[in-house]
T-cell receptor, first 110, second 114 residues
Framework: GENVEQHPSTLSVQEGDSAVIKCTYS??????FPWYKQELGKRPQLIID?????GEKKDQRIAVTLNKTAKHFSLHITETQPEDSAVYFC?????????FGAGTTVTVRA | DTAVSQTPKYLVTQMGNDKSIKCEQN?????MYWYKQDSKKFLKIMFS???????INETVPNRFSPKSPDKAHLNLHINSLELGDSAVYFC?????????????FGPGTRLTVT
């Protein structure tokens, strides 16, 4: 969305390596930053989110970091596995709606 | 199964026709949404209802009309379908009205206009 920029648009990593996706947002009032994963032909599903009162959150192999000053947040996937192959979307509030990034297609090579 | 469900899963129709997509959630959520995902995977909000009341109405052609008969259902009716309407339409729901909550998506309806 125009409020959220996401990079890169595609990412290919070797199995076992790490993957990092970055997003920037423009609304300084934003205080909630979710990440959704969409496998091929499936629905988007929330995998992790972070609120503006913390700088980092981890859940097993995934972590999200937030820099409110710079208005950017990142998703980190460690020890990537084939099942991590999917499209990942970041999102941030834009007023009363959630604005999604354009998505990153992650391919994990065996 | 507790979930967000949509019907139909696939819809193929000709230009100019009118069609509807139905959505139901049994999660007890107060807010429901319609999103359009185009061929480039871009997810864009179209409408949102909270307890049957329209709260988000994005810049969407008037040919699209949502209807929420109760807070568990949100349907989407599309008049005079055009080629550019071809996309996957996702219904979603969330517990409260605020954006700082997880949204649960339905399986999607792939609409193809020929």
């Amino acid at each position: 969305g125009e409020n959220v920029e996401q990079h890169p648009s595609t990412l290919s990593v070797q199995e076992g390596d790490s993957a990092v996706i970055k997003c920037t947002y423009s609304d300084s009032a934003s205080n909630y930053f979710p990440w959704y994963k969409q496998e091929l032909g499936k629905r988007p599903q929330l995998i992790i989110d972070i609120r503006s009162n913390v700088g980092e959150k981890k859940d097993q192999r995934i972590a999200v970091t937030l820099n409110k000053t710079a208005k950017h947040f990142s998703l980190h996937i460690t020890e990537t596995q084939p099942e991590d192959s999917a499209v990942y979307f970041c999102a941030a509030p834009q007023g009363y709606k959630l604005s999604f990034g354009a998505g990153t297609t992650v391919t994990v090579r065996a | 199964d507790t979930a967000v469900s949509q019907t139909p899963k696939y819809l193929v129709t000709q230009m100019g026709n009118d069609k509807s997509i139905k959505c139901e959630q049994n999660l007890g959520h107060d807010t429901m949404y319609w999103y359009k995902q185009d061929s480039k995977k871009f997810l864009k909000i179209m409408f949102s209802y909270n307890n049957k009341e329209l709260i988000i109405n994005e810049t969407v052609p008037n040919r699209f009309s949502p209807k929420s008969p109760d807070k568990a259902h949100l349907n989407l009716h599309i008049n005079s379908l055009e080629l550019g309407d071809s996309a996957v339409y996702f219904c979603a729901s969330s517990h409260g009205q605020g954006v700082a909550e997880e949204q649960y998506f339905g399986p999607g309806t792939r609409l193809t206009v020929t």
